[in-house]
């Protein structure tokens, strides 16, 4: 069974452009959360998708925003690049997010660096 | 809200000694506590869960028991190894299961 695959691993944008990540969760696995790892902050929570929408939304600006597709794939997009926006972000797939014993199956991440 | 209190880091170990690393949970309702692991340059892994109280978790050689009278998830090992050099983050997921909450992590490094 195929893991949780994110595209690109690394990325160096400049300040001020765009960015779109990738994820592809595990087969079958219909939600889809996006966190944020810094060293500052630890792990801080995005968003997470179920069937296309948008259930949950972390404490970030109107900057960073996501999608689901039908195939439960799903991109996060970073609009406006900050510095502060370098970090390993990471994508999480689980079946059902009406499950609260399933854990994640994270990603290796995308590493994210703005110069 | 929810919240996850680990020990706070790093702790160094020599191989074969005894593990222990604390971790506390504030949550409304009956959320289910993880224990994910990651190692340099990847993602977490899941490590183990308990999803009720009194119930352990267990994958090799660590546990942890769901305390809900002192709210803890504390992780063990009996004896480390210089592979479980990792971090580890204590979790948990609550009634809105869409979301995960993670604490700090903890840093382990284990000397031969």
């Known amino acids: 069974k195929a893991g949780v695959t994110q595209t690109p691993r690394y990325l160096i944008k400049t300040r001020g452009q765009q960015v779109t990540l990738s994820c592809s969760p595990i087969s079958g696995h219909r939600s889809v959360s996006w966190y944020q790892q810094t060293p500052g902050q630890g792990l801080q929570f995005l968003f997470e998708y179920f069937s296309e929408t948008q259930r949950n939304k972390g404490n970030f600006p109107g900057r960073f925003s996501g999608r689901q597709f039908s195939n439960s794939r799903s991109e996060m997009n970073v609009s406006t690049l900050e510095l502060g926006d370098s970090a390993l972000y990471l994508c999480?797939?689980?079946?059902?997010?009406?499950?609260?014993?399933?854990?994640?199956?994270f990603g290796s991440g995308t590493r994210l660096t703005v110069v | 809200g929810n919240s996850v209190t680990q020990m706070e880091g790093p702790v160094t170990l020599s191989e074969e000694a005894f593990l222990t690393i604390n971790c506390t949970y504030t949550a409304t309702g009956y959320p289910s506590l993880f224990w994910y692991v990651q190692y340099p340059g990847e993602g977490l892994q899941l490590l183990l869960k308990a999803t009720k109280a009194d119930d352990k978790g267990s994958n090799k050689g660590f546990e942890a028991t769901y305390r809900k009278e002192t709210t803890s998830f504390h992780l063990e090992k009996g004896s480390v190894q210089v592979s479980d050099s990792a971090v580890y983050f204590c979790?948990?997921?609550?009634?809105?299961?869409?979301?995960?909450?993670f604490g700090d992590g903890t840093t382990l490094t284990v000397k031969p």
């Open positions: 979790a948990l997921k609550g009634t809105n299961a869409g979301k995960s909450t």
């Open positions: 999480a797939s689980s079946p059902d997010r009406g499950y609260t014993n399933y854990g994640y199956t």
